[in-house]
C-alpha cells in the first residue's frame, strides 16, 4: 500500500485549512466510492431490480437532479452555504442506511431520487464554502488539492467494495450502504468543526440591494446570460470524460489491435496523474485571465488526444500500445487544465451573495453542454472513424474559443448589478 501512502501525501497541503478540508474529501469521497462500485450488483442481486429498471431508475434521478439544480441553490442561499452543507450529508447518510428498507422498483426509485437531490444540494453548499472560506489566492489551489484528495478516497472506497464483492456474499453487498451512511455521519461532523463564514446573512445583504433601489431579480444567476453560457461552453470542454470512459475504451476494443488489459492501466494512469498533478495544473490560476488560459491549456490537450487516438486505427502492435496510452494521457491533462479553469471562473463569476444559486446554473449549464457527447461522440468515432475524431476536435475548438466571449459578458452582467446596487 505505499503507493496509497504516496497519493495521500501528495493530496495534502502544508495549509492547515486545505489539509483538513481535503482530509474530508478523503472521506466522503471513500464513502462515495464504496458504494457506487457495488451499487449494480446491490440494485440486481440485493433489491432485485432488472438491468432496464436500474437504468430508467438513475435516468429519473438525473432528471430530477437536473429540473431542480437552480431551485436548490437558492435554498442554499437562503439557509447558508456551510449549514447547507451539514445538513445535506446528513441527509445522505440517512438515505444510504434507507437502501436496506428496499424490496422494488417504486422505493429504489424514491430512495435514489432523493438521494440525489439531496447530494445535489450538499455538493452547491459545498463548492460555494469553498470559493468564500478562502481568500482568492489560494482559491483554486485549495481545489486542487481537494480534487486530488476526493481520487484518492474514490480508489479507496472502490478498494474496499471491491474486497468485499470477492467474497461472493450479499450479506456484505447489504452492509455496503451502511457503512457508507455510518462514514457520511462521520463526515457531517467534520463539516462542522470546519471554520464559519464571516459574511454578511443574506436577508441583510437582500435588505440593502432592495434599499438601493435594486430588484433582487435582476441578481438572479439566470440572468446573467454570459454565465449561463459560459457554463455550456465549459461542459463542452469537460467532456473529455466521455472520451476517457466511453470513446477511447470502445475505440480500443473495436477498432485497435491493442490487448483489452491496457484498458486497466490507462484507468490507473489517469488515476495516479490526477492525484499527482492536479494541484500543479492549477498552480498560478487566480483570475479571470488565469482560468481562461487553464481552459485553452485543456483544449489543446484535448485536440491532442483526438489527433493521437485518431491514427492508432491504422497502427500495429506496441506502437497502437503506445500512442493509445499517449492519448490517454492528453485527455487527461484536458482534465486536470479545464478543472483548474472551470473553479476559477466560477469563483470569479458568481455574485457573492448567490454563491449557491451561481452553483445551480453551473449544473444546468455544464448538463447541457455534456448530456447530448455520449452518444454522439461514440457515433462519430465508431461510425465515421478518423473524420469523426475530426468533428469532435471542431466542436472542442468551437467552445475554447465560444467561452471567451461568455466569460466577458459574464463580467459585465456582474459589473452593472454591483453599479445598480451601490446606486
Known amino acids: 500500500m505505499s503507493w496509497v501512502r504516496r497519493l495521500t501525501t501528495t493530496a495534502l497541503s502544508d495549509d492547515p485549512l486545505i489539509r483538513s478540508m481535503s482530509y474530508q474529501s478523503v472521506l466522503s469521497a471513500f464513502?462515495?466510492?464504496?458504494?457506487?462500485?457495488?451499487?449494480?450488483?446491490?440494485?440486481?442481486?440485493?433489491?432485485?431490480l432488472s438491468p432496464a429498471q436500474v437504468g430508467l431508475m438513475l435516468t429519473v434521478a438525473m432528471g430530477a437532479e437536473f429540473a431542480l439544480a437552480v431551485p436548490l441553490g437558492r435554498l442554499t442561499d437562503r439557509v447558508g452555504s456551510k449549514r447547507t452543507w451539514v445538513w445535506g450529508s446528513l441527509l445522505q447518510a440517512a438515505l444510504f442506511a434507507a437502501w436496506i428498507l428496499a424490496d422494488g422498483?417504486?422505493?429504489?426509485?424514491?430512495?435514489?431520487?432523493?438521494?440525489?437531490?439531496?447530494?445535489?444540494?450538499?455538493?452547491?453548499?459545498?463548492?460555494?464554502?469553498?470559493?468564500d472560506v478562502f481568500p482568492r489566492e489560494t482559491r483554486v489551489r485549495g481545489q486542487a488539492y481537494m480534487r486530488a484528495a476526493r481520487n484518492v478516497g474514490y480508489t479507496l472506497g472502490a478498494g474496499f467494495s471491491?474486497?468485499?464483492?470477492?467474497?461472493?456474499?450479499?450479506?456484505?453487498?447489504?452492509?455496503i450502504p451502511l457503512f457508507t451512511a455510518a462514514l457520511l455521519v462521520v463526515n457531517t461532523y467534520w463539516i462542522t468543526r470546519l471554520p464559519e463564514l464571516r459574511t454578511p446573512a443574506r436577508e441583510h445583504a437582500q435588505a440593502l440591494a432592495e434599499a438601493a433601489g435594486h430588484a433582487t431579480e435582476r441578481r438572479s444567476a439566470?440572468?446573467?446570460?454570459?454565465?449561463?453560457?459560459?457554463?455550456?461552453f465549459d461542459g463542452v470542454l469537460g467532456t473529455h470524460q466521455v472520451l476517457l470512459n466511453v470513446v477511447i475504451p470502445l475505440w480500443l476494443v473495436a477498432e485497435?489491435?491493442?490487448?483489452?488489459?491496457?484498458?486497466?492501466?490507462?484507468?490507473g494512469t489517469n488515476t495516479v496523474l490526477a492525484v499527482l498533478l492536479q494541484v500543479a495544473a492549477a498552480r498560478g490560476v487566480e483570475t479571470?485571465?488565469?482560468?481562461?488560459?487553464?481552459?485553452r491549456r485543456g483544449a489543446l490537450c484535448f485536440l491532442v488526444s483526438c489527433g493521437i487516438v485518431m491514427v492508432t486505427h491504422d497502427t500495429v502492435g506496441w506502437l497502437t500500445i503506445v500512442l493509445v496510452w499517449v492519448g490517454h494521457?492528453?485527455?487527461?491533462?484536458?482534465?486536470?487544465?479545464?478543472?483548474?479553469?472551470?473553479?476559477?471562473?466560477?469563483?470569479e463569476l458568481s455574485d457573492p451573495e448567490r454563491r449557491g444559486e451561481y452553483q445551480g446554473v453551473l449544473a444546468l449549464g455544464t448538463t447541457l453542454g455534456?448530456?447530448?457527447?455520449?452518444?454522439?461522440?461514440?457515433?462519430?468515432?465508431?461510425?465515421?472513424?478518423?473524420?469523426?475524431?475530426?468533428?469532435?476536435?471542431?466542436?472542442?475548438?468551437?467552445?475554447?474559443?465560444?467561452?471567451?466571449?461568455?466569460?466577458?459578458?459574464?463580467?459585465?452582467?456582474?459589473?452593472r448589478v454591483e453599479v445598480s446596487a451601490a446606486g
Not at 329 to 347: D, I, K, N
Request: no cysteine; aromatic share 12%; glycine share 8%.
Open 31 to 48: 464513502a462515495e466510492g464504496a458504494f457506487l462500485t457495488g451499487e449494480a450488483v446491490f440494485f440486481t442481486q440485493v433489491v432485485g
Open 105 to 131: 422498483f417504486a422505493s429504489a426509485l424514491a430512495i435514489v431520487t432523493a438521494l440525489g437531490l439531496a447530494a445535489s444540494w450538499s455538493r452547491a453548499g459545498r463548492n460555494a464554502y469553498r470559493i
Open 162 to 175: 471491491g474486497i468485499a464483492l470477492a467474497f461472493d456474499d450479499l450479506r456484505l453487498v447489504h452492509a
Open 222 to 232: 439566470l440572468h446573467n446570460r454570459g454565465f449561463v453560457a459560459m457554463s455550456f
Open 256 to 267: 485497435t489491435d491493442a490487448p483489452k488489459v491496457l484498458l486497466a492501466w490507462l484507468f
Open 288 to 295: 479571470v485571465a488565469d482560468s481562461l488560459r487553464a481552459q
Open 329 to 347: 494521457v492528453t485527455v487527461t491533462g484536458a482534465e486536470l487544465f479545464q478543472s483548474a479553469g472551470e473553479w476559477g471562473l466560477v469563483a
Open 370 to 415: 455534456t448530456v447530448w457527447a455520449p452518444a454522439l461522440y461514440t457515433f462519430l468515432a465508431m461510425s465515421w472513424g478518423p473524420p469523426g475524431w475530426l468533428v469532435i476536435a471542431a466542436l472542442v475548438v468551437v467552445a475554447a474559443v465560444g467561452i471567451h466571449p461568455a466569460t466577458r459578458a459574464a463580467e459585465r452582467h456582474l459589473a
